[in-house]
């Protein structure tokens, strides 16, 4: 997928990639390093390179990124005497042999820009500010990793994002949202203000409701940021992609920053990606005057501003026209012109004159995006079953007075630990009422638990992101003789943020069984009998090389701990492909033996709907023909009603009126001066496909004030019935229009009382047939 990331970035107008490094991937055992397939950084960064495109390289190697232990590898928390990232010498050790091993590689590779390579910024540590009061020796591991940095000569700037003591020549830079208006600016007069994080939306952890952050708005804080001199802004992300496998971190989403101008499967969110673009062409159109003008403000009435970069000699003149009010609409009147300006926008006009772009009027095209079943997914819809089986004393062979803390059982090698014990009842120990039931209450200290009594599912509990531990209880049957009890714990990704990660605990702590005729039964210090891992995990069952190794039959629904499997032939075309999974719990899906991360179907928000119920399937993974599809579903599903699904983009739309500026492609700089390539410039709606699609029909065209939003639009007052055939004769079967938007060109009223002049359309995009 990298080279089409790569690609409609730049066609976005970005010209530098930012990627972090990733220490648990690249060492994930002591002196054993990994470079190889989808963890090839020398070949990332070539391939940025071979776009034309800057890298920024976040070494770290501490990274939080919502990644599994913020990056630190488990073997790390095995080191005598740590603590991470303060001034600890086995913590720096081996900070400082990752960083130089990086460095290097780097180095031989020629890829730091003083070597011809692409790399303009490196990055140390990250956001230590947030800790930094949690260790007494925060000051001097700072001013330590700052040094250490400066002394590889690498030959870029180095950052520290969020560290307002940046020592050194080391840059600090702002994350958020707004840093525009947030940031209090570099600690030094020679340093640039550089914000590394702009979040596009904000991460989600199972059991949230959805994120958002329009367009206009992003970027707002984007014009905001460079109207004040403002050097590098960064999206966190442009592109969030998937955590694959188990590289979330604590409770984090396997979809991540979905929201972004690249959605999860590397499609164009419109209109964020359209809009961004025309801002950064925007910019680029004033560059002469950002980079050597001398700025000066200009204030109007409270909220209302104009930022100026100014050449005299040269005839540059640079203005960013602000509107800081967030509920305000105004005019300002500059130099002899008056200018509209929405609340909470920016207009900007390379030449102080015209304006070629304002944060608030978008002028790209909007998008929905659907998901459509695909063929494959009814066809050969046949699951069988594997059922985990619950460890025998054999199997489970660590043993111990009460059960052990979880991480240091699976050191990060899975998610489950299998916790078993048994005792003995009599039959005056029961219950002697029916309608008192024995209860079991476990203590956990997170992150999710599954109970089994005497081979029986009887319940699941889980923390949440915020607090990870929770009790259990649940009521169940026991009998006279020996019971046993079985838990599956399990944790959901390693914590990523705050101090001390290396002292964090999982796993279960106290079990007691309430409600015998006897008392409260206390099994904490009882003998308790521990596997690690799944035995599906363990015989590999999700390869199809190792399928075979365990019997499965024909599959029930509904069943806990039970692996599922099917085949399935790769859907036609090209569009990107998808697992829904609503009719599952939670668990984990393999295709062809890759992990396509967790899922949690069970959890829902406080909207009622789970946070995440649809999963990308890359269709790197796939072959054309019998793909195999293993599940593990740990408390219960109905595999059958798995779907496989197609993702597109191609229900497009637009909402453009007579007041927008004109689009972006109208305008050029020659000579120090704004002119357009069109003669008269005027404003315009455009509508385009993907590749090898074409405008199929049009749902809906209005031209005079229509309402609502893209697949949700209404016709308003001053509407013209002739918009629509208007429309589809400048669109149907093209693979792009332009429509203009003006009364004259739908026969509309232009005199018809309040009207805004709005041209409001929805086109269906679909594959060209051989008659297009």
């Given at each position: 997928m990298?080279?089409d990331?790569?690609?409609?970035?730049?066609?976005?107008?970005?010209?530098?990639i930012?990627?972090?490094?990733f220490?648990?991937a690249?060492?994930?055992?002591?002196?054993q390093?990994?470079?190889?397939?989808?963890?090839?950084?020398?070949?990332f960064?070539?391939?940025?390179?071979?776009?034309?495109?800057?890298?920024?390289?976040?070494i770290?190697?501490f990274?939080?990124?919502?990644w599994?232990?913020?990056?630190?590898?488990?073997?790390?928390r095995?080191?005598?005497?740590?603590?991470?990232?303060?001034?600890?010498?086995?913590?720096?050790?081996?900070?400082e042999?990752?960083?130089?091993m990086i460095?290097?590689?780097?180095?031989?590779?020629k890829l730091f820009?003083?070597?011809?390579?692409?790399?303009?910024?490196?990055?140390?540590?990250?956001?230590y500010?947030?800790v930094?009061?949690?260790?007494?020796?925060?000051a001097n591991?700072i001013?330590?990793?700052?040094?250490?940095?400066?002394?590889?000569?690498?030959?870029v700037?180095?950052?520290?994002?969020k560290?307002?003591?940046?020592?050194?020549?080391?840059?600090?830079?702002?994350n958020?949202r707004?840093?525009g208006?947030?940031?209090a600016?570099?600690?030094?007069?020679s340093?640039p203000?550089?914000?590394?994080?702009n979040?596009?939306?904000?991460?989600?952890?199972?059991?949230?409701?959805?994120?958002?952050?329009?367009?206009?708005?992003?970027?707002?804080?984007?014009?905001?940021?460079?109207?004040?001199?403002?050097?590098?802004?960064?999206?966190y992300m442009?592109?969030?992609?998937t955590?694959?496998?188990?590289?979330?971190?604590?409770?984090?989403?396997?979809?991540?920053y979905?929201?972004?101008?690249?959605?999860?499967?590397g499609?164009?969110?419109e209109?964020?990606?359209?809009?961004?673009?025309?801002?950064?062409?925007?910019?680029?159109?004033?560059?002469?005057?950002?980079?050597?003008?001398?700025?000066?403000?200009?204030?109007?009435?409270?909220?209302?501003?104009?930022?100026?970069?100014?050449?005299?000699?040269s005839?540059?003149?640079?203005?960013f026209l602000?509107?800081?009010?967030?509920?305000k609409?105004?005019v300002?009147?500059?130099?002899?012109?008056?200018?509209?300006?929405?609340?909470r926008?920016?207009?900007?006009?390379?030449?102080?004159?015209t304006?070629?772009?304002?944060?608030?009027?978008?002028?790209?095209q909007h998008?929905?995006r659907?998901?459509?079943?695909?063929?494959?997914?009814?066809e050969?819809?046949?699951?069988?079953?594997y059922?985990?089986?619950?460890p025998?004393?054999?199997?489970?062979?660590?043993?111990?007075k009460?059960?052990?803390?979880?991480?240091?059982?699976?050191?990060?090698?899975?998610d489950?630990?299998?916790y078993?014990t048994?005792?003995?009842l009599d039959d005056d120990?029961?219950?002697m009422?029916?309608?008192?039931?024995?209860v079991?209450q476990?203590?956990?200290?997170?992150?999710?638990m599954?109970?089994f009594?005497?081979?029986k599912?009887?319940?699941?509990?889980?923390?949440?992101?915020i607090?990870?531990s929770?009790?259990f209880q649940?009521p169940m049957?026991l009998?006279?003789?020996?019971?046993?009890?079985?838990?599956?714990?399990l944790t959901?990704?390693?914590?990523?943020?705050?101090?001390?990660?290396e002292?964090?605990l999982?796993?279960?702590h106290?079990?007691?069984i309430q409600?015998?005729?006897?008392?409260?039964?206390?099994?904490?210090?009882?003998?308790?009998?521990?596997?690690?891992?799944?035995t599906?995990?363990?015989?590999?069952?999700?390869d199809?090389?190792?399928?075979?190794a365990?019997?499965?039959?024909?599959?029930?629904?509904?069943?806990?701990?039970?692996w599922?499997?099917?085949?399935?032939?790769?859907p036609s075309?090209n569009?990107p492909v998808a697992?829904?999974l609503?009719?599952?719990g939670k668990?984990?899906?393999?295709?062809?033996?890759?992990?396509?991360?967790?899922?949690w179907?069970?959890?829902?928000?406080p909207?009622?709907?789970?946070?995440?119920?649809?999963?990308?399937?890359?269709?790197?993974?796939?072959?054309?023909k019998?793909?195999?599809?293993?599940?593990?579903e740990e408390h219960g599903?109905?595999p059958k009603?798995i779907e496989?699904?197609?993702?597109?983009?191609?229900?497009?739309?637009?909402?453009?009126?007579?007041?927008?500026?004109?689009?972006?492609?109208t305008?050029s700089?020659?000579?120090?001066?704004?002119?357009?390539?069109?003669?008269?410039a005027?404003?315009?709606?455009?509508?385009?496909?993907g590749?090898?699609k074409?405008i199929?029909?049009?749902v809906f065209?209005?031209?005079?004030?229509?309402d609502?939003?893209?697949?949700?639009?209404t016709?308003?007052?001053?509407?013209?019935?002739?918009a629509?055939?208007?429309?589809?004769k400048a669109?149907?079967?093209k693979?792009?229009?332009?429509l203009?938007?003006s009364?004259?060109?739908?026969g509309a009223?232009?005199?018809?009382p309040?009207?805004?002049?709005?041209?409001a359309?929805?086109a269906?995009?679909?594959?060209?047939?051989?008659?297009?």
């Open positions: 990298w080279p990331i790569i690609k409609k970035a730049k066609e976005g107008g970005l010209n530098t930012q990627t972090y490094v220490w648990n690249h060492e994930p055992l002591y002196g390093f990994n470079f190889e397939g989808r963890y090839d950084l020398v070949k960064i070539k391939l940025v390179q071979a776009h034309g495109m800057y890298v920024t390289l976040r770290g190697p990274i939080q990124a919502e599994n232990h913020g990056g630190l590898p488990y073997w790390l095995e080191v005598a005497n740590i603590t991470f990232r303060t001034d600890n010498q086995p913590y720096m050790f081996h900070m042999r990752f960083t130089k460095v290097q590689k780097m180095k031989d590779e820009a003083n070597q011809g390579g692409p790399i303009i910024l490196a990055q140390i540590e990250n956001e500010n947030n930094a009061r949690a260790f007494q020796g925060g591991y001013q330590w990793a700052g040094n250490m940095a400066v002394g590889l000569n690498v030959g700037p180095w950052v520290m994002c560290q307002n003591d940046a020592p050194g020549p080391v840059i600090n830079a702002c958020g707004n840093c208006d947030t940031f600016g570099p600690n030094h007069p340093k203000a550089l914000w590394t994080e979040w596009t939306a904000q991460y989600r952890v199972f059991g949230d409701p959805p994120s958002q952050r329009s367009a206009e708005d992003l970027a707002y804080s984007v014009a905001r940021f460079f109207s004040k001199n403002g050097t590098l802004t960064n999206y442009y592109h969030g992609g955590n694959f496998g188990r590289t979330g971190a604590a409770f984090v989403m396997t979809r991540y979905d929201e972004a101008p690249l959605d999860e499967y499609l164009q969110k209109p964020k990606w359209g809009h961004l673009k025309d801002l950064h062409n925007a910019l680029k159109l004033c560059r002469k005057g950002l980079l050597w003008g001398t700025p000066s403000v200009q204030k109007f009435d409270a909220g209302f501003e104009a930022r100026l970069y100014e050449i005299p000699e005839k540059v003149c640079v203005a602000t509107n800081t009010n967030a509920k609409d105004g300002v009147n500059f130099r002899g012109v008056e200018y509209y300006l929405p609340r926008s920016i207009s900007i006009l390379p030449d102080c004159k304006v070629v772009f304002n944060s608030q009027q978008v002028n790209s998008n929905a659907t998901f459509d079943i695909a063929k494959a997914s009814k050969n819809n046949q699951w069988q079953m059922t985990e089986q619950i025998t004393s054999r199997d489970a062979n660590v043993v111990s009460g059960p052990l803390e979880l991480l240091n059982m699976t050191k990060d090698t899975t489950y630990l299998w078993t048994s005792f003995r120990d029961l219950p009422r029916h309608d008192i039931r024995p079991l476990v203590s956990n200290l997170g992150h999710a599954h109970a009594v005497n081979g599912y009887i319940g699941s509990g889980h923390g949440t992101k607090e990870k929770f009790v649940k049957d009998k006279a003789g020996v019971n046993r009890i079985a838990i599956l714990g959901v990704g390693l914590p990523d943020s705050g101090a001390y990660l002292h964090r999982s796993g279960v106290t079990v007691v409600g015998l005729n006897a008392g409260t039964l206390d099994l904490s210090q009882n003998l308790w009998r521990h596997q690690v891992g799944l599906g995990e363990h015989l590999g069952i999700f199809e090389q190792r399928a075979n365990v019997k499965w039959e024909e599959a029930q629904s509904d069943a806990a701990a039970t599922y499997k099917r085949y399935f032939d790769a075309g569009d697992v829904g609503s009719s599952m668990g984990q899906v393999w295709i062809n033996g890759e992990s396509i991360g967790r899922f179907v069970s959890y829902l928000s909207l009622g709907k789970a946070s995440q119920s649809i999963y990308h399937l890359p269709r790197s993974f796939l072959k054309p019998n793909n195999l599809m293993v599940v593990f599903g109905k009603d496989i699904l197609t993702v597109k983009r191609d229900n497009i739309c637009t909402f453009v009126s007579a007041q927008h500026p004109a689009q972006i492609g305008w700089r020659e000579d120090s001066q704004i002119r357009s390539v069109v003669g008269d005027k404003p315009e709606a455009r509508l385009k496909c590749e090898k074409v199929r029909s049009i065209a209005s031209f005079g004030n229509p609502g939003m893209c697949g949700n639009f016709v308003g007052s001053c509407h013209t019935p002739q629509k055939s208007v429309v589809e669109c149907l079967g693979e792009s229009c332009a203009p938007v009364a004259e060109a739908y009223d232009a005199g018809c309040g009207t805004t002049a709005t041209l359309v929805q269906k995009c679909a594959r060209k047939s051989k008659k297009d």
